[in-house]
Structures are given as structure tokens and as C-alpha cells.
């Protein structure tokens, strides 16, 4: 594969269709057969043949690997070389094999294709993911950043059919790539699950190079791989809906404008202008309506035969700037000139402004930032569902990472509140998305300090009744030791005086003897009480020594959390008087710059005034000169 600059910029090629087709009963019915060329597929009502369907590719669920030479290994070939290809996948359903659906299998096939290939490239590449969601009323969301809504199209110069605002990720390999779209997945079912089989997506991977040309500037390739899953179905009775892509190949081949939103905005770049597209259509089992199969055939068909433009992405950036700085630069001569005050002219300005500044945002530099950030705020999402799942018991790593987190957003609120003293004044859009982003980072700081003290308290209440418990179980052992100790004193006492009456020995007197037995019973009694003493005595020493450690375990306790609270409660407010500081400043500059943009507005005014005075007494000399000649236009030349 040649992986310099190809020597054919710019190619034509035909839409590729495939069909994949799900189990079919073989009873009598409607039914779809593959025909030995692989590629025509004839459809079948109760058991005639109704009419016959041509593609580039037909396959089945087990032999669904026989789409890549013909239809997948191309299009990956072509994005590693530069250009922009389109996966349309068509017909999806959520219940695949094994709960699968196959539309992810698709995916993650062909991104597993796609960076085989950008692992072969030899010079510098940068590799980044989007994911947006098309809700059935054609409103979007960014799946990877939820707060960007409503997403627009945007149609670049020089770059081609981009999404104005939507963000990206930064990835090394297909796994990256394929965990971000599970992420992505996910969302959309949290986001809209009432709807979620309803809605459609397109999963990015913007691919970039940088090219070894023998030049003053760096010059890069762009190719781009869009990946776009189309809910509904081929016929107008379809209960999931109609697919965008029925509409949009009506609109076309009507030949009337298609719609300003962003999905058949998308779809009509993709099936006429910019680069390869390929369709995989999947063809549903026996549909409860016999109008879904011929419908979805008949569509697989239409497409087929579309033709598409494939530009290779190649630009440079300085290069580029430089030409719109002096576009820009022309337009304000033009306006500036009393003959030319046309109301394009400023909105052809704010266009190139636009287009300017999204060539600055392409730099590796400010992507790879703004990449670190939102996957910094994906791990903190993922980690707040770890932790609603984790188990109530686990309060010391709950702690820890509240702690963690702690320092992070601190760290964050800084670097915030540096960026936003240090850049200067920016566009009303940036400011308001510093603001914005400070105010959430001190909000999350809050939350976590709130959170770090009820999980100080609950590991000190959930650590006192275990070392409690460890006191009882201890004195329990040591008061069984000697219940234990004395009971054996007992029977061994009973057994001596059992011993003596079995063995009385020589007949002493009675008095005697009965001196000896209660000199033999006060004895084994004493030895009973005095072990009953030693136990006493050894359960309130032990006692004692355990309240010691408990009142100094309590104490440290304290002491740790109120020197804990502290430290927080000093961080949190030193990073408020930094913001408090940040703000004044910020607002007593903007006052500042308003002061003096009125006072030179005012001064602007004055001058004008003055101006507009002297052309009115120019004109009055002039009228009373014509006057004078009696000219008869002289009444004309009133002043207005």
C-alpha cells in the first residue's frame, strides 16, 4: 500500500451495497434466497418468486466475514491513505445473536481493519473519536460531552463537511476506540432510553499525518472514517420508524433540497459529494408486515446505484491561515470604502472569522488538551457509577478516593483559574465556557467536601463497633479461661474428698477426722477463691487497658479528622478568595475597556457631529451659490 501522496487526488466511484440477511424460516412464507454468485438475492412469497435483487455483496449471519475483501478492506484502506469513507449500516436491531446487536460486531471489525492499516505508517499520526446521537425529531446530542446539544453542520473550504462544536477523544488503537463507543452506547441508553432503539449515530475517527514533503511548512493528510447506525425500517408501516436514509435518497433523486439538520445533511454529503460510501444493509427476519423485506431490498438497490466523489485530504495549515487572513484582510478594505456598505460584505467577514478560527482549533496541540480534559471527565463519571455500585461496607476505600478526588478538582480549579487570568479576554462564547467550567469544578469541590466528612464520620462509626466487638470477644475468652480454671479446681477438689472416703486409712479418733475433712474443704475453697479473685482482678485490668486504647483510638480519631477538615476547609478557601481575586480583576479590566469604549465612542460622535455640521454649511454655501446663477437644481440641494 502506497502511503505517500496518491497521484490521483481526487476518484469516482459508485455506492457499495451489501446485504446481510438474518434467519429466514424455511416454511412457506415470504423468504429470501442467496443466489451462487453471492451478490443476487431473490425474494420469495409463499413460495414464488417475486422479483430478484443485484449487490455487490449478499451474505448471511454465518458468513457475514466475507463482506471484508469486497466491501470493508477497501474502505479501511482508503481512510489510512487520506480520504473520507462512510459506513452506512442499515436495518440495525438491539436483539442480535447472543444479545448482540450486530451493528456493533460491524464496528469493531472495522476499526480493528482501520488501525492495522495506520500502524503501517511510518511518520506521526493523530488519531480521535466523536460520537453524536440523532434523536427521531432530528436534535443531537454529543455523546462524549453531554452538555454540547443541538450540533450543527458546517461545510469548511478546505476541511469539508465537519460538525461545528462536536468533541473529541484521543485514541492509540482499535480497543480505545471500540471502549469509547461501548461508552457512547451506554449514554444513549441513559439518555433516551424511551427512544433508544429510535435513534441513529455516527461514530467518527478523524486519522491524521503528517507528511515528509520537502517544504518550509508542515503539511498533513486527513482522513476521516464515519461509522453511522440507521434506525428504522425501509417501508412507510414500519413500527420503529422510517430510516433518515429513505428519506434522504427520495429528497435526492426528487431532486429537492434536503434538510438543514445534521443527519441528512450527512447522509446527502455521504451519497453524493465527499468520498467512499458503502452500505450494509441488514434484512430483518419475517417481518410482522410483508412490505419491510421487498421495501428494505428495494432501497438497498436505489442506493446502489448513487455515484460519489473522493477528494484526498491534503492541506497545510499555516498556508491556509495565511489565505484567509488575506481574505479577511481584502473584505475590511472593501467595507471600509464609503462605495461598498453591503450587508454581505459583514456577514462574508464573520464567515471567514468562523472558518479561521476552526483552523486554529484543528492544531494537534488544542485537540490533544481539550482530549486530555473530556477523558479526564468520562473517568470521573466512571468512577461515580463504580461507586453507587460498590458495596455499603467498603467506607475506607470510599474515603480515599474522596480524597483523591479531592486534590484532583483542586489541581483542576487552579489550572482553571490560571488559564482564565492568564489568557486574556476572548470571544464572549470562550469566556462564558471558562466561567462556566469554573463554577462546576467549585460546585464539584463542594460535593466532595461534603462527601470526604460524611465518609471521615462513617469509617470512624463503622471502625468503633468492630474494635468494641474485638474488646467483648476478648473478655469473653479470658472470663471462659478461668470459669474454665475454677471449674477444674472444683472437680478436682470433689475428687479428693471423694479419694479420702474410699481410703479413710487407719481408724483415727472422730473429732480428729473431722478436723482433717474441714481443714481438706476450706483449702480446695480457698484455692477456688483465690483463682475467682485472680480472674476478677485479670477481667478489670484488661478492661482497663482496653478503654485506655479505646479513649486514645478515639481521640487520634478526632484530632485526624478535625486537622483533615481543616486542611479542606482552608484549600476550599483559598481557591475562593483566588476566584473572588480572578473575577474582581477580570470585571474591574472589562469595566476599564467599557469606560473607554464609551469615551471613545462619545469622542467618535463628537466628530461625527462636527463633520456631519460642516457638510450642512458646505451645502448651504453651495445651494445659495446655485441660487445666485439661478440654477434651478438649487431647490433640490436642501440639506436632509
Known sequence: MNMDIPGETVRVATVKVGVVLMQFPDAAGSSCVIREDGRTVDYMLGGKEESSFSFDQAVTLETLEQVEPEILQPLAELVSCGYTGTLL??????????????????????????????????????????????????????????????????????????????????????????????????????????????????????????????????????????????????????????????????????????????????????????????????????????????????????????????????????????????????????????????????????????????????????RLEMSEKLKNKIKQEWQSATNKRRPSGDRGADYQETTEQIKYLQDQLRQEIKAHTTEGKGSVEQVQERVTRIQQLRESLDDEMKKSGSASVEKMDSSRPLEYGRVLERRRQIQEDHEKLIQEELEKMEEELKQEKADPGPPPSLQADGVQRELLVVAGERRVLTLQLEALRAGARQAEVDLEDLHRRHLEDMQRFREES??????????????????????????????????????????????????????????????????PMAEFASPS
Open 89 to 366: 449500516i442499515g436495518g440495525i436491531h438491539r436483539t442480535g445473536k447472543s444479545g448482540v446487536s450486530i451493528d456493533d460486531d460491524i464496528i469493531k471489525y472495522v476499526l480493528k481493519m482501520l488501525f492495522s492499516h495506520i500502524s503501517k505508517v511510518k511518520s506521526t499520526t493523530f488519531n480521535a473519536v466523536s460520537f453524536v446521537q440523532f434523536y427521531p425529531d432530528d436534535s443531537t446530542l454529543d455523546l462524549l460531552n453531554l452538555e454540547r446539544h443541538d450540533l450543527k453542520p458546517f461545510h469548511h473550504p478546505v476541511l469539508g463537511c465537519l460538525v461545528d462544536g462536536v468533541c473529541e477523544v484521543t485514541v492509540g488503537s482499535a480497543e480505545e476506540a471500540y471502549a469509547l463507543y461501548e461508552t457512547g452506547r451506554r449514554r444513549l441508553a441513559d439518555t433516551a432510553a424511551p427512544v433508544s432503539s429510535r435513534c441513529s449515530f455516527l461514530f467518527s475517527v478523524q486519522s491524521e499525518r503528517e507528511l515528509s514533503l520537502d517544504g518550509a511548512e508542515p503539511e498533513f493528510s486527513r482522513g476521516r472514517l464515519q461509522l453511522v447506525g440507521l434506525a428504522g425500517g425501509a417501508s412507510r408501516t414500519d413500527l420503529r420508524g422510517v430510516s433518515p436514509l429513505v428519506k434522504t435518497v427520495e429528497q435526492m433523486e426528487l431532486g429537492t433540497r434536503t434538510s438543514n439538520h445534521l443527519l441528512p445533511f450527512l447522509l446527502t454529503d455521504a451519497l453524493r459529494e465527499s468520498g467512499m460510501t458503502c452500505l450494509l444493509y441488514c434484512i430483518p427476519p419475517q417481518a410482522l408486515l410483508d412490505t419491510e423485506v421487498p421495501s428494505a431490498l428495494a432501497l438497498a438497490q436505489r442506493v446502489q446505484g448513487l455515484v460519489t466523489t473522493a477528494t484526498y485530504g491534503h492541506w497545510c495549515p499555516r498556508v491556509t491561515e495565511q489565505e484567509l487572513r488575506l481574505q479577511m484582510q481584502g473584505l475590511r478594505k472593501t467595507m471600509m470604502s464609503p462605495e461598498e456598505q453591503d450587508r454581505d460584505n459583514a456577514l462574508r467577514l464573520a464567515e471567514l472569522i468562523k472558518i479561521l478560527q476552526m483552523v486554529k482549533d484543528q492544531s494537534w496541540e488544542k
Open 566 to 631: 481543616l486542611k479542606v476547609f482552608q484549600v476550599f478557601h483559598q481557591v475562593s478568595e483566588e476566584q473572588k481575586w480572578t473575577m474582581k480583576e477580570r470585571y474591574q479590566s472589562l469595566l476599564v475597556e467599557a469606560v473607554q469604549d464609551a469615551v471613545y465612542l462619545s469622542a467618535q460622535n463628537q466628530q461625527l457631529k462636527e463633520e456631519n455640521q460642516t457638510h450642512r454649511v458646505a451645502l448651504g454655501e453651495l445651494k445659495d451659490s446655485l441660487a445666485t446663477r439661478g440654477d
